[in-house]
Each structure stands twice: as C-alpha cells, then as structure tokens.
C-alpha cells in the first residue's frame, strides 16, 4: 500500500505532461502539439509544431496560411509554415548526435488557446508516422480528446502497414469513426477489407 497522500501518475502520465507543457510553445494559429523522447527513463529530445529556425510564423503572420487557402485539415501538409512536433523533436536530436533507438515518444496536442481549450487525439499524420518508424522508436503515446492517452507500439505499425496499406491505419491524424465508418470532414473514406476486420475485432474487445 502507497504512503503518498497524493496518487502519483504513471511513467506514461508524467511523460506526457511534459509533452503538454513542450506544446505551449506552438506557434500554429490552429493547434498546439507538444512532443518528448525518453529514452532509458531521460529526456532525450522534445519539439512543437512550429515554424523552421530563422522563419516568420504563422503567428507572427497573424493568419494561418492553410486556413486562408482553403486547404482542409489533415491533407496538403507541404503547404504549412511549421514542422510537426513530432519532426522537431526528431530533429533536435539529430542536431545534437543523440540516437532515438529504442525510445518512446510522447505526443499531446490541443486546441490553440488557453488550457481550458479541447484536448486532440494527438495521432501522428503519415509523414510523421513514417518518420517515426525508420527512426528506430519503440511505442508512441498520444493524448486522447476523452482525456485518457493511448500507446502505439511501432513494429505494430509497420506490421499493419505489410498486411494492409498505409490509408487503411484506423488512427490517423484526424480521422473520425461514425457508426464504424472512418471520415475525413464528415465524408467516408475507403479502407480495405483487411482492416475492416480488425476494426470490427477492436471494438468487439473495447
């Protein structure tokens, strides 16, 4: 039985607090993304989305240039000011020499605004996801809009991606499920019978 008159939170809760705190230095005008890679129990690299060393930002800009081109979220992701929290924290490690084999990182993402504004399922897009594949990580944990957070395990990723296709992944960067039926901006997209099953499978199990 635990002497603490407060319930500490798990490895899991106080890493991705960390996460939470890296996401408010975000300088996109829509969502705050925080990211941090623990290897070995230490902090070995964070990053948020914002835009490249030396640049102006979206911020500074006063308009997201996405949002005044009419690009939906969740596609043209080259036409963005920032780099992803994800790529940032990638990044930084590389710069400083450091190896992300073997390592977690921990996502957290937000509605841009105070602490009070909607938590996101803060899922990796593609390009991140398959960044984090080929940089060696061992399981992803992102937050959850329900408040809870949930934990990837990458070779499973990978594995996923050998027995269907990447656009079959159910967690993708926001993709929302109606009546088991994955939608970008409300509109149904395809997926393959492969992962058909296993999303009827995963929520035969929740």
Not at 127 to 134: A, F, G, S
Not at 180 to 198: E, F, G, H
């Amino acid at each position: 039985m635990s002497n603490y008159p407060f319930p500490r939170p798990s490895k899991d809760e106080y890493y991705l607090g960390l996460a939470k705190a890296v996401c408010k230095r975000a300088t996109c005008t829509k969502v705050e993304m925080g990211a941090v890679i623990i290897r070995d129990d230490q902090v070995i690299s964070t990053g948020y989305c914002g835009a490249p060393r030396g640049t102006k930002s979206s911020q500074e800009h006063g308009f997201c240039l996405r949002r005044q081109l009419g690009i939906p979220s969740g596609s043209r992701y080259e036409i963005c000011r920032s780099v992803h929290a994800e790529q940032n924290a990638i990044i930084n490690a590389a710069r400083s020499g450091t190896s992300l084999l073997g390592g977690d990182m921990y996502i957290y993402g937000k509605i841009e605004g105070d602490d009070n504004t909607e938590v996101l399922d803060a899922f990796p897009c593609f390009i991140c996801k398959k960044m984090l594949i080929n940089c060696g990580l061992k399981r992803v944990i992102c937050s959850l809009k329900n408040g809870g957070y949930k934990v990837f395990e990458v070779e499973k990723w990978a594995e996923d991606w050998r027995k269907g296709d990447i656009i079959d992944d159910k967690f993708q960067y926001g993709v929302e499920f109606q009546d088991n039926i994955p939608t970008v901006n409300s509109k149904p997209i395809k997926i393959s019978a492969v992962i058909k099953d296993k999303i009827r499978t995963a929520d035969s199990q929740d």
